[in-house]
C-alpha cells in the first residue's frame, strides 16, 4: 500500500510504499500522515498546497500524524505468528522484514 508521509529536515511530502521510518532524500525521520493516498491524489493543487504549509507548524503536524501505534500493529499483522517459514540466510533473520 501506498502512504503519504512527510520529512522535516528536508519539508517534502513522500509518498512511499509500506511504512516507512527514514527520508528517501535526506535519510531524516519521516512523519506518517493521516490523510489516506487515495485522499492526497484527488486534493487539488490549492488544497495540496494548503496541506503543505499546514505540515510547516508543529502543532499541525502533530494534529496529521498517524499514530506510531497504528503502523506497528499493522506491521506485526502481516507477520505470521509462530510461522514456521525457514530463511536459509541466518538462522536469526526475520520472515518478514521492513
Do not use: F
Not at 508521509?5 to 521510518?21: D, E, F, S, T
Not at 512523519?31 to 487515495?38: A, D, G, N, Q, V
Not at 503543505?52 to 502533530?62: F, I, M, S, T
Amino acid at each position: 500500500m501506498m502512504y503519504i508521509h512527510y520529512c522535516r529536515h528536508c519539508q517534502r511530502i513522500h509518498i512511499l510504499n509500506g511504512h516507512k521510518n527514514y527520508c528517501p532524500r535526506c535519510c531524516g525521520h519521516l512523519t506518517e500522515l493521516k490523510i489516506s493516498y487515495l485522499k492526497y491524489v484527488n486534493l487539488s493543487k490549492e488544497d495540496r498546497h494548503q496541506l503543505y504549509r499546514r505540515l510547516g507548524d508543529p502543532k499541525e503536524l502533530a494534529a496529521l500524524t498517524a499514530s506510531p501505534y497504528k503502523t506497528c500493529s499493522y506491521a506485526k499483522w502481516l507477520q505470521p505468528a509462530g510461522s514456521n517459514v525457514e530463511n536459509y540466510h541466518t538462522g536469526n533473520y526475520a520472515a518478514y522484514s521492513h
